[in-house]
């Protein structure tokens, strides 16, 4: 039987497709890529991103399992009502993201989701756990804490097959392997819900969740 659930999102084209540099960040002068630039024409995407697009932090960023982040475009009238005096700071790519989308948020999109995106096909793998430097970016000291209680945190991907994206490709669900693991429900259960033992265990178990998540689901496992 067909999955309807996969005809709830229908093709979702790019608002913005970018790539970032190792740069200065902040007074310190911290390196960061979160800076990231539009780009105008064809991009090659393989199994560790878009070519050209950097991490200053390797542990933290990117790899098989984070090759490319994607924000969604709504969260940013969101945070622009929730702090207005930073509301020039809230425009696409500020939270570094790789894709800039409308239409898809940690509600709708699933863990294992898989999309065609231009010639390749992708993965969602994990939620974003927000960092540091967000405070930085957005020039708020609590802004990471702000981004974990709201949940408005993007998710990773993880490429199956590599190809060519242009800005103008289109995000096409094709399968939905974990239908009761929507992204929300998953940042949820490891940061906001973690003594619900029956969630931890079943996710633990999950083979579409990226490595790391899947340890820290053992590890809250463990403690219990």
């Not at 949940?151 to 669900?173: F, I, K, N």
């Amino acid at each position: 039987m067909p999955d309807r659930a996969l005809h709830l999102l229908p093709p979702t084209p790019l608002f913005s497709l970018r790539t970032g540099r190792i740069a200065p960040l902040g007074d310190e002068g911290l390196s960061s890529a979160i800076r990231k630039q539009p780009l105008s024409s064809l991009a090659t995407l393989t199994a560790l991103g878009l070519t050209g697009d950097e991490q200053a932090d390797r542990q933290h960023h990117g790899g098989p399992d984070k090759a490319l982040h994607l924000y969604p475009m709504e969260h940013y009238a969101a945070w622009c009502a929730e702090l207005p005096t930073q509301a020039a700071w809230f425009v696409a790519g500020g939270f570094g993201e790789n894709l800039s989308t409308s239409g898809l948020n940690e509600n709708n999109v699933c863990l294992g989701d898989i999309f065609c995106l231009g010639s390749a096909v992708i993965q969602v793998s994990q939620g974003r756990s927000p960092c540091s430097k967000l405070a930085l970016v957005f020039a708020v000291p609590d802004m990471a804490q702000r981004v974990k209680a709201s949940v408005r945190t993007g998710w990773y991907y993880r490429v199956l097959t590599a190809g060519e994206v242009t800005p103008e490709s289109e995000l096409t669900l094709v399968e939905r392997p974990c239908p009761a693991w929507s992204v929300n429900r998953l940042f949820r259960t490891l940061f906001h819900d973690a003594v619900d033992i029956a969630a931890l265990t079943a996710l633990a178990r999950v083979p579409e969740l990226s490595e790391n998540w899947r340890a820290r689901a053992v590890r809250r496992l463990d403690v219990r």
